[in-house]
Nanobody, 119 residues
């Protein structure tokens, strides 16, 4: 059974930092691209970042580029999202997801972790 469990969310002041973790199990983690997606209150899903399997090449949405860093630890089968210089507009539920073998769709999602940035 595939499981993705996020942790690390919380309340932080503007300009602060948080590190989110996504612990994965039930699939070959080293072969899967992983991604982070967020949903702000009353808004739709917004893609945040993605990291490729193998090369570990990261990709970022323009809104977080230069502030967020995605990484992965294959030994721990965990994906991380280091978030610095947080802004109130970063407030959202953050989900990690496994990218399906097509490379386009996300086939498994975590339950999400709340990040709240106060001004």
């Amino acid at each position: 059974e595939v499981q993705l469990v996020e942790s690390g969310g919380g309340l932080v002041q503007s300009g602060g930092s948080l590190r989110l973790s996504c612990a994965a199990s039930g699939f070959t983690f080293s072969r899967a691209d992983m991604t982070w997606v967020r949903q702000a209150p009353g808004k739709g899903l917004e893609w945040v970042s993605r990291i490729n399997s193998g090369s570990g090449t990261p990709y970022y949405a323009d809104s977080v580029k230069g502030r967020f860093t995605i990484s992965r630890d294959s030994a721990k089968t965990t994906t991380y999202l280091e978030m610095n210089s947080l802004k109130p507009e970063d407030t959202a539920v953050y989900y990690c997801a496994k990218v399906g073998w097509s490379g386009v769709y996300y086939d498994y999602w975590g339950q999400g972790t709340q990040v709240t940035v106060s001004s």
